[in-house]
T-cell receptor, first 115, second 117 residues
Framework: AQSVTQPDIHITVSEGASLELRCNYS??????LFWYVQSPGQGLQLLLK??????LVQGIKGFEAEFKRSQSSFNLRKPSVHWSDAAEYFC?????????????FGAGTRLFVKA | GAVVSQHPSWVICKSGTSVKIECRSL??????MFWYRQFPKQSLMLMAT?????????EQGVEKDKFLINHASLTLSTLTVTSAHPEDSSFYIC?????????????FGNGTRLTVT
């Protein structure tokens, strides 16, 4: 069965420092991978997605992610974190077939940014 | 971009009453919408897939008679929590795709905070 693992429950980084959030997936076929961000009390916003082509994908707000099939990973990165990046980040995999598509979410990683 | 509107953003109700939550796709048609539930500091758990013009598909462990889903049009799905109890208090989020296929991202509403007293 498909699953998504985000090993870090929370991460704290200093403003201006680089960031990497880890994500590992389990899926038997070609994965469709996403990163979403959620601000407190809000819905989720798509940061970026991958389903084919270049394994390094660029997203909004300066985020990027790299798909590594050999490691079953899709880690999210940002070279310089801003205080406004503090939020909950969810990695997700799209799975299914023509009978129905589902999006499976990881447990999330909460990012804290310190001045 | 595709916008999903969810209403209300928060609701407080008494135990035993029913609450209806609306999810609308504002600028696209959504034959399928998804309802998630999120507990504090936890991930989103898929409750059900709402299909326009047909019955919803519920995930294992979700009571279909308690969480009634109606998807009467291509732009509106509703979730009704019937006979609500305090344990139903949670954050409910709807989402929809503006295209078919697992590579199409979900567009989310801003969620509804339900508190049952």
């Amino acid at each position: 069965a498909q699953s998504v693992t985000q090993p870090d429950i929370h991460i704290t980084v200093s403003e201006g420092a680089s960031l990497e959030l880890r994500c590992n997936y389990s899926y038997g076929a070609t994965p469709y991978l996403f990163w979403y961000v959620q601000s407190p009390g809000q819905g989720l916003q798509l940061l970026l997605k991958y389903f084919s082509g270049d394994t390094l994908v660029q997203g909004i707000k300066g985020f990027e992610a790299e798909f590594k099939r050999s490691q079953s990973s899709f880690n999210l990165r940002k070279p310089s974190v801003h205080w406004s990046d503090a939020a909950e980040y969810f990695c997700a995999v799209g799975a299914g077939n023509t009978g129905g598509f589902k999006t499976i979410f990881g447990a999330g990683t909460r990012l804290f940014v310190k001045a | 971009g595709a916008v999903v509107s969810q209403h209300p953003s928060w609701v407080i109700c008494k135990s035993g009453t029913s609450v209806k939550i609306e999810c609308r796709s504002l600028d696209f048609q959504a034959t399928t919408m998804f309802w998630y539930r999120q507990f504090p500091k936890q991930s989103l758990m898929l409750m059900a897939t709402s299909n326009e013009g047909s019955k919803a598909t519920y995930e294992q462990g979700v009571e279909k008679d308690k969480f009634l889903i109606n998807h009467a049009s291509l732009t509106l799905s509703t979730l009704t929590v019937t006979s609500a109890h305090p344990e139903d208090s949670s954050f409910y989020i709807c989402s929809a795709r503006d295209a078919m296929g697992p590579n199409s991202p979900l567009h989310f509403g801003n969620g509804t905070r339900l508190t049952v007293t």
